[in-house]
């Protein structure tokens, strides 16, 4: 059975930093793109970065970039968000995702896989 687990989600204040990590298990995940989507109280759910199997391509979100960064770790199936200069606007509750493309990862949320999500909160 394929299991997504995120970790490091919490309480922060504005200007602050976090590092979400996600480990990925129950399948081989090479060649896969793994990213994060958040989805805050009453909005629908954003992509928010991915990264491709090798690290070679990173994507982000516009309200993410230069704050954010997406990496993956040695053995392939985690992948980390590290959040720098939080801002209120950040909070939400945060998903860990794996697809087969980039394209399945951001535009088909039916196919692939999403972990069941940690919550982020940054107090101004």
């Known amino acids: 059975q394929v299991e997504l687990v995120e970790s490091g989600g919490g309480l922060v204040q504005a200007g602050g930093s976090l590092r979400l990590s996600c480990e990925a298990s129950?399948?081989?995940?090479?060649?896969?793109?793994m990213g994060w989507f958040r989805q805050a109280p009453g909005k629908e759910r954003e992509f928010v970065a991915a990264?491709?199997?090798?690290?070679?391509?990173?994507y982000y979100a516009d309200s993410v970039k230069g704050r954010f960064a997406i990496s993956r770790g040695n053995a392939k199936n985690t992948v980390y968000l590290q959040m720098n200069s939080l801002k209120p606007e950040d909070t939400a509750a945060y998903y860990c995702?794996?697809?087969?493309?980039?394209?399945?990862?951001?535009?088909?949320?039916?196919?692939?896989?999403w972990g069941q999500g940690t919550q982020v909160t940054v107090s101004s």
């Open positions: 990264i491709t199997w090798s690290g070679g391509s990173t």
């Open positions: 129950g399948r081989t995940f090479s060649n896969y793109v």
């Open positions: 995702r794996a697809g087969s493309s980039i394209v399945v990862v951001t535009k088909l949320p039916t196919s692939g896989y």
